[in-house]
Each structure stands twice: as structure tokens, then as C-alpha cells.
């Protein structure tokens, strides 16, 4: 069972492709684990369809007919972006195609005692990554400087703010200070989606940070 799920706003960007790409692909990771979420975005992607159904047809250009069916022809099939879930991958599409693979075929990059990331993209301010912690281990502790947006993946992890497993998203804005730590057994592996670099509590730590590209 999903305890912590993505905040309805970022549902309903998404459902209008109005989100990043880095904070889509987290919503559309969560929705293939989640069907209660893939439920709200079918809904918030009806209101929107009959929406513009209510909305008065404005003229259209003569040549815009003509543009939309040389785009239609030269189009390729979309694959499903929703598939994955069901079928035991651990990296769900869409984000397998991201990595390449599922998530045992990743290089890690180590970047401190017990925790390795994998960058996924970088665009602009946002990025996201995958963050792989042995159990007992964290991020050191840290605020943010923008919102950050954790998915798990594989194994669970804990901070003052609740317990956090495959499926489950936690989003920390920048009152949050926290120093989440890996449960025992399985590794932990997230998914972090970043609007702006971390503000570690450490200038040491937040240093080597910078200098390993996290
Ligand atoms: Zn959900």
C-alpha cells in the first residue's frame, strides 16, 4: 500500500503537461506504481479535455490545417508511457527508458560512506537522479533551497516527518531540515527530483557534494 502520494497540484501539471520534464518523469514513475494517482490524472486529463470542448472555437490560419497533417504524417508512434508496473521491473517505465535498463544494470557513482547517486537529466535548475543509500545510511543533513521530490524505489528510509517506502514520494521544501535514513535489509533506492541544488548544514559536506557533481 502507497502511504504518501504527490500533491494534487502536481497531478494536475502533469495531467496538463504543464510540469518539467524532471518532475514529470517523477509523477509518471509514481503513477505507474499507484493506481489511485493514475486514477486523478484520468480525471484532471477529462476536466481538461471537456474544458476545451466548452471553450469557444477560435478562427484557425489556412496553413494550420496543413502544418497538423504533415506533423500527423511524419508522426511516430508514442509508446505507453504507463506500462511497467505490472510486469516486476523495479525501474517502471517511463524512467527505464531514462536509465537505459532496470535499476541492476546501473554505474554508481559513490559519493560518501554508504550512499552512490546516478544522474538522470539536468535541465535548467531541475534535475533529477537516482540516490542509492546501504541500509543505516543518509543524506547528511540538509534543507533545500527549492522543493526536492523523493520517490522510493527499492527498500524504505525514515525521518522525523514518517516512514517512506517503494512508491511512496515525499516532497521537502526549504523549512524542512531532515537527514533521512536507509532501513535495514535492501538498499534504499529513490528517485529525487530537484528544483535547486541542496543547502547542506555542513560547508564541508555541502563542498564535496559540489565537487561530485550531486
Ligand atoms: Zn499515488
Known sequence: MIAHHPGEE?????AAGASDEAVSLIVATHIALCPDCRREVRHAENAGGALLEDMEPAPLPETAVAAAMSRLNGAEATPARRAGARNGFRAPEPLRSY??????SLRWIPVAKGISYRPIL???????QLVRST?????????????????????????PT???LRGDVQTATPDIV???VADEGEDCIILAVADAPLA?????????AKLMGY
Open 162 to 164: 514518517g516512514h517512506y
Open 122 to 128: 539536468k535541465r535548467g535548475r531541475s534535475n533529477a
Open 99 to 104: 536509465l537505459g535498463g532496470d535499476l541492476d
Open 10 to 14: 502536481l497531478l494536475i501539471a502533469y
Open 178 to 180: 531532515h537527514h533521512p
Open 135 to 159: 541500509p543505516g545510511h543518509g543524506i547528511s543533513l540538509h534543507t533545500h533551497k527549492g522543493e526536492e521530490h523523493s520517490l522510493v524505489l527499492t527498500g524504505g528510509y525514515s525521518d
Open 200 to 208: 547542506f548544514r555542513n560547508p564541508f559536506v555541502g563542498l564535496l
